[in-house]
Antibody, heavy 121, light 108 residues
């Protein structure tokens, strides 16, 4: 069974940083691209960032480009999102999502339960 | 690419056929359209990818179609457990990947 478990969310002041983590199990981690997708409370889905199996291809939404950095450690079956210069509009539930493909294809096949980030003073 | 979904909310009786619409602001690779279902308090679930291919474990009453800028998700006979928000999403070859605003399906 595929499992994606996010952690690292919390309450943070505007302008500060936070690092999210996702630990994967139940599949061969380095056979798939992985993404972060977020959802503000009561709102729709927004793709944030994705990374290919070997970190060779990385993409970001324009809304986070230059502030967020995605990375992965295949030896630890882990995905990370370093979030800097956080803004109120970054407040959301952040999902770790497994792609169907080894490349950054953008088909979100398996989802974690999310970790909540709240940016507020 | 901006995706628009209609209607915003749909109230349907069990057993009825449901048709949800997703329209793109411009054409993209026809097969690169997916649909997701999200129930309250749950993570989204992949239903359809490649416009018409059902994901693993998805019941046959769900089907997808379309081309160009117009795409459709159909539920042939609505079940009570199909009450959810449905999102379309394009993945036309490379990021960024965009979602539609969603259609909420309610059971009468």
């Amino acid at each position: 069974e595929v499992q994606l478990v996010e952690s690292g969310g919390g309450l943070v002041q505007p302008g500060r940083s936070l690092r999210l983590s996702c630990v994967a199990s139940g599949f061969t981690f380095d056979d798939y691209a992985i993404h972060w997708v977020r959802q503000a409370p009561g709102k729709g889905l927004e793709w944030v960032s994705g990374i290919s199996w070997n970190s060779g291809t990385i993409g970001y939404a324009d809304s986070v480009k230059g502030r967020f950095t995605i990375s992965r450690d295949n030896a630890k079956n882990s995905l990370y999102l370093q979030m800097n210069s956080l803004r109120a509009e970054d407040s959301a539930l952040y999902y770790c999502v497994k792609d169907r493909m080894i490349a950054v294809a953008g088909v979100f096949e398996d989802w974690g339960q999310g970790t909540l980030v709240t940016v507020s003073s | 690419i901006v995706l628009t979904q209609s209607p915003g909310t749909l109230s349907v009786s069990p057993g009825e056929r449901v048709t949800l619409s997703c329209r793109a602001s411009q054409s993209f690779r026809t097969s690169y359209l997916a649909w997701y279902q999200q129930k309250p308090g749950q993570a989204p679930r992949l239903l359809i990818f490649g416009t018409s291919t059902r994901a693993t474990g998805i019941p046959g009453r769900f089907s997808g179609s379309g081309s160009g800028t117009d795409f459709t998700l159909s539920i042939s006979r609505l079940e009570p457990e199909d009450s959810a928000v449905y999102y379309c999403q394009q993945y036309g070859g490379s990021p960024p990947f965009t979602f539609g605003p969603g259609t909420k399906v309610e059971i009468k």
